[in-house]
């Protein structure tokens, strides 16, 4: 039985991992085994009749939200803890405290890989045993970034971008205004939240773009 009765948004999928081709469908698997999906991905030539199958797959995965969150929190908790403790031994031997708090992200990011792997294996196994795997066309990065911009809210994107300008203009006060040693975030975190910020802005500028031209 399904976690949720929420209808399930095909057009996102298919902007995300399809493309069309005059044969058919050119596939990209979310399935990634890669660090932080760094790696390259599988693509897969689809007939109509196996990409509406993927879909249903694919919308089936997003409804379980129950048994993604309990699968989650089941590697999460113990990461915190691991975190609370690696805290207080960094206060202990004088090392920044952005340490244990990257740590945490890392552990957690290659653990929501693991999961969204898992499930998306599981739905995804049957249909793709019997598609023809390809070396051939691709689904570049800015493509996908522009679908995925396509399918989200701008409002969001800009939200998202000044909640981490915030964050970035609290460490750099935070990290110029203490003294040697260094135990409040410094360089590492301005370098992520000062990239987060590039990029949340750069999504929120491909969304609005996007809408001008198409309107």
């Given at each position: 039985?399904?976690d949720?009765e ?29 660090p ?6 599988r693509?897969y ?5 196996q ?39 960094s206060?202990?031997?004088g ?14 990011s ?5 999961i ?22 691709r ?5 996908r970034?522009?679908?995925?911009a ?14 981490f ?7 750099a ?39 001008r031209?198409?309107?």
């Amino acid at each position: 039985m399904a976690d949720s009765e929420e209808e399930p948004t095909p057009d996102k999928c298919e902007k995300l991992l399809f493309e069309r081709m005059a044969w058919g469908w050119v596939f990209r698997s979310p399935i990634c085994w890669w660090p932080f999906w760094l790696g390259p991905a599988r693509y897969y030539l689809l007939n109509d009749a196996q990409k509406a199958e993927i879909e249903r797959a694919m919308c089936e995965v997003r409804r379980r939200r129950t048994l993604r969150l309990a699968a989650f929190l089941l590697g999460a908790i113990p990461l915190l803890v691991l975190y609370w403790k690696l805290t207080w031994l960094s206060v202990g031997y004088g090392l920044p405290l952005e340490l244990p708090m990257i740590t945490l992200v890392l552990f957690l990011s290659l653990w929501t890989q693991i999961i969204l792997n898992l499930f998306y294996r599981q739905v995804l196994r049957p249909v793709l045993a019997g598609a023809l795997r390809t070396n051939g066309p691709r689904i570049s990065f800015i493509e996908r970034a522009r679908a995925y911009a396509d399918t989200s809210s701008a409002a969001i994107w800009i939200f998202g971008g000044l909640v981490f300008a915030a964050a970035f203009g609290c460490v750099a006060h935070a990290w110029l205004v203490s003294k040697p040693p260094h135990l409040v975030p410094g360089p590492i975190s301005l370098m992520m939240f000062g990239l987060a910020v590039v990029f949340t802005f750069a999504m929120a500028g491909i969304k609005l773009k996007a809408k001008r031209l198409n309107s």
